[in-house]
């Protein structure tokens, strides 16, 4: 779930918000977990519910590793910005060295 879902419907902005930006950080999200073998949020599976949302809406977005290729670390950093605003878009995505190059990671 990203960051403007947990943090409530109070504030009209954030629930506007709710359709391709968040779809696109859980994209990258499904990305690094499946690039990782694990949910990259909590240390494989050691924190509860409420201590995965306090990190998810955390100042920092998960990143992909430093050994990750550079493409796909920056593809994923697109993805995962924490204002929704800032995160690309799916035709901006579709555009990204990463996809266009086709390299495997």
């Known amino acids: 779930m990203s960051p403007e ?18 779809d696109i950080w859980g994209f990258g999200m ?13 240390g494989g599976g050691g924190a509860d519910c409420s201590m995965l949302m306090a990190m998810i809406c955390g100042p920092e977005p998960p990143e992909a ?11 994923i950093s697109c993805c995962l910005r ?15 060295p990463f996809i266009l190059h086709g390299k495997r990671v």
């Open 5 to 22: 879902r947990i943090e409530g419907e109070s504030n009209v902005v954030v629930r506007d918000l709710y359709g391709f930006a968040s």
């Open 30 to 42: 499904s990305l690094l977990e499946a690039y990782l073998g694990e949910y990259p949020i909590g």
């Open 65 to 75: 590793p430093a050994t990750a290729p550079a493409e796909f670390r920056d593809f």
């Open 82 to 96: 924490r204002e929704p605003m800032a995160r690309w878009s799916a035709v901006e995505l579709l555009s990204h």
